[in-house]
């Protein structure tokens, strides 16, 4: 059998069994005495075995395989869960990781020998130990298991069901495969699989299975990737990402089309031509809203691999670190989760090295030795905010400023930094305080490349610290990149168009309330005063005068608030966001262009570069 | 004996101004489209045009040439690719398109109220003079170095 075209299907699978490990050994590792971490390890490694033996990769079976041996010997008391045996299995499960990457992508590398011995040594192993190509179950062992109901057998579910019933009399089952709702339909070809967690034998196993009538094979092998993907046909697939792109760009193209089509039809006054052209928006909007869904992906794909990374940070820095996440299940648009990694990285690394003291340090301060740091995203109108909060010393505003003042980044009647300044020199490019770098950060292109990569997404980035306590960055993000609702607001005969996210509410503009802070015209909204803008003077230019009444858009960041005063509003339209080559000195203000309904191109305001 | 190298140009006149530019990197000829201003970029971007559903940087040739739009102007967006990025460059009206021998093309010379750094050659058209357009070296103040936004 060829199996090199399902090389990327072993990679995916093998990856988040990888990311799994690395998760449950965390949890093993904070509580030594659990038994749950150990069982998910085991069918994890096993898991990455028997795919990798399938696929041929006999470097990645064979450290699976040790690796195996060294959770047994741990499961059954033959070897001791002390720091340096987690050690040991976090540095199988790197290696485990690189070895599918490199296998995965057609350079195994060799295998590292050295680790090999440890493992084996702190797993006692003995002469003889079997190695993977016969991957057979020892005593109440999770064995992989395929069952093949004989076709032209009636009732294929009821059998299936009744096959299920007598491996559950065995033993633990798990990985139904296809599901057994699916199973109960009759929607699947004869042919299922499960892993059973049994002490039966193989042959106990098999006979026992068969007096459910009609099973034509059982096999007791790792149901290779192909098969895998078969028995889940019509519930899940892996979509490669290009694909999902090509689909989302058609879409929008099919957004602009509709758009147009909805103003061609109000114009013709025509009732048929108007009805087709109301089902065709709604057809267009439900696509819409399936393939954003279908791109949709929880934030806890990113995250999962913080915790594992910040336990090896703290080890280096010689602190104590207890990492929290939550709103894991928070979606987004597969293309901003894809690039909210890295500025992620560098918040909490910042967060770990910076913000967070050596035990000593905090104990003397009257904290307690382990300090926190906290991940977390939650919805917020169509944005996303992700935090990274600690509970460390909090960033020394004096000191910025003094450096700040040292390098002309500030002039001397700055005489105290508020949270926007003291983010605006913190993100300046090469800012840093830290007094040597130390291998985790402070190499001064931290926050400058945080912000950097967050306004390309089209988010902002916060920032609040208060010294002795802690320091909080949030970055908020759009739900999605490629198409986003907006409020279209004019400025003369131009047109301009407002994300929606950042719209807290429309008011009208009231010369009765403008007001003045800090020699800045605002405008008194229920109590509260927000600084305006007015995009006429923002887009210099704007022909004919300003009419007498004007709407104003109240745009929300986090707790900022800008009041945007325009010559009117349009009403809402989904926009897709279209490239363009942008010429020099394009203002920071412009976040984007667009294609509107009839046809012209229009600009897409930036909020955060307006607040 | 081998042929003479051929010169392959599209020529268009910008205001008074008769003009080429390699053929090698003319993409298209549109007519006139509606632009949107960009605010805050030089007056020499004439703003951005939808091309079939794609959006378009257009560069305006009479400012960057210094000269005066004609009342019989029809009017035409040269589309250009320059260093792999598509551009537009608004011309009064597009002429010909043109073939001459290499060696009917002189080096670049000094010309009345041209910058002869925008100039790569000078040629005839008949008996017309031309200039062939270091496009490039045209479009370089203008165009962002930072590449596309999102």
């Known amino acids: ?611 | 004996m081998p042929d003479s190298p051929t010169l392959h140009s599209v020529i268009f006149r910008i205001g008074a101004l008769i003009c080429a530019a390699p053929a090698g990197i003319v993409r298209e000829i549109l007519p006139r489209l509606p632009a949107t201003r960009i605010p805050g970029v030089s007056e020499a971007i004439e703003g951005l045009v939808n091309v079939r559903g794609s959006l378009l940087t257009v560069l305006d040739g009479h400012v960057l040439l210094h000269q005066e739009r004609r009342a019989d102007d029809e009017g035409a967006i040269v589309l250009l690719d320059v260093g792999g990025r598509r551009y537009g460059l608004a011309v009064g009206q597009v002429l010909d398109f043109l073939e001459v021998p290499a060696h009917s093309v002189a080096q670049r010379a000094d010309l009345p109220g041209v910058d002869p750094r925008l100039v790569r050659a000078v040629g005839l058209r008949g008996d017309q003079p031309f200039i062939l357009l270091d496009v490039e070296a045209l479009f370089a103040p203008i165009i962002g170095a930072d590449g596309q936004l999102p």
Not at chain 1, 33 to 43: D, I, K, N, T, Y
Not at chain 1, 210 to 234: L, M, N, W, Y
Not at chain 1, 313 to 332: C, Q, T
Not at chain 1, 339 to 358: C, F, Q, S, V
Request: charged content about 25%; some cysteine; aromatic content about 4%.
């Open chain 1, 1 to 611: 059998m060829d199996v090199s075209k399902y090389a990327a299907l072993f990679l995916a699978e093998s990856r988040e069994h990888v990311s799994a490990c690395n998760q449950l050994l965390l949890e093993w590792e904070r509580d030594p005495g659990a038994v749950e971490p150990v069982g998910g390890l085991f069918r994890s490694i096993h898991t990455i075995k028997g795919m990798a033996a399938t696929m041929g990769f006999t470097g990645v079976a064979d450290l699976s395989h040790r690796t195996e041996n060294l959770l047994d010997a741990l499961r059954h008391g033959r070897a001791a869960p002390r720091p340096e045996t987690f050690q040991l299995l976090f540095r199988a499960v790197d290696a485990l990781g690189r070895a599918i990457e490199g296998a995965g992508t057609g350079s195994e590398p060799p295998a590292d020998e050295v680790l090999g011995s440890e493992i084996d040594t702190a797993a006692g192993a003995t002469v003889g130990d079997q190695r993977p190509g016969a991957i057979a179950p020892s005593a109440n062992q999770t064995r992989p298991v395929q069952v093949t109901i004989r076709s032209g057998a009636l009732m294929r579910g009821a059998r299936a069901s009744l096959v299920l019933r007598r491996a559950e009399a065995m033993g633990r089952v798990t990985a139904l495969r296809p599901p057994a709702a699916q199973l109960e339909r009759e929607d699947f070809d004869g042919r299922f699989s499960f892993r059973l967690e049994s002490e039966a034998s193989d042959d106990e196993v098999a006979a026992a299975l068969c007096t459910a009538g009609d099973v034509e094979a059982i096999r007791f092998e790792q149901t290779s990737p192909a098969e895998a993907a078969i028995g889940i046909r019509g519930r899940q697939i892996r979509v490669d990402l290009g694909r999902l792109d090509a689909l989302m760009k058609q879409v929008g193209e099919l957004v602009v089309a509709k758009n147009r089509l909805i103003v061609l039809a109000a114009a013709a006054q025509d009732p048929l031509f108007e009805e087709l052209s109301d089902r065709i928006a709604r057809l267009v909007s439900g696509m819409q809203g399936e393939v954003i869904a279908a791109r949709m992906a929880p934030v806890g794909e990113v995250f999962d691999r913080f915790p594992r990374l910040l336990r090896d940070v703290a080890r280096d820095l010689g602190k104590r670190i207890r990492f929290d996440m939550e709103g894991e299940e928070i979606e987004l648009d597969r293309s901003i989760l894809d690039e909210i990694g890295e500025p992620l990285l560098h918040l909490i690394r910042n967060a770990a090295d910076h913000g967070i003291e050596t035990p000593e340090r905090r104990t003397a301060s009257g904290k307690p030795a382990e300090g926190r740091i906290l991940l977390s995203a939650s919805r917020e109108r169509n944005s996303v905010a992700l935090r990274v909060s600690d509970d460390g010393r909090g960033i020394d505003r004096a000191a910025i400023l003094a450096k700040a003042r040292r390098e002309e980044m500030a002039d001397a009647s700055v005489e105290t930094l508020t949270d926007d300044l003291l983010l605006r020199v913190l993100a300046r490019p090469g800012f840093s305080t830290a007094e040597a770098v130390s291998g985790v950060s402070g190499r001064g292109v931290g926050v400058d490349a945080v912000m950097t990569r967050v306004r390309a997404l089209g988010g902002t980035l916060d920032v609040k610290s208060e010294v002795g306590r802690g320091t909080t960055f949030t970055i908020r993000v759009p739900l999605t990149l490629a198409i986003v609702r907006a409020l279209l607001a004019v400025a003369g005969n131009e047109r301009y168009a407002v994300p929606l996210a950042y719209v807290a509410e429309t008011v009208e503009f009231d010369p009765g309330a403008v007001t003045s802070v800090r020699s800045r015209e605002a405008l008194l909204v229920r109590d509260r005063v927000i600084p305006t803008v007015h995009l006429r003077h923002l887009v210099a230019g704007a022909a004919g005068p300003a009419p007498p009444r004007r709407p104003t858009i109240i745009l929300e960041v986090g707790d900022r608030r800008t009041a945007l005063v325009v010559d009117a509003l349009m009403g809402q339209q989904d926009i897709v966001v279209e490239p363009f080559d942008a010429p020099r000195g394009m203002p920071p203000f412009v976040g984007g262009a667009t294609i509107l309904a009839d046809g012209a191109p229009a600009l897409i305001l930036d909020a955060a570069a307006l607040l």
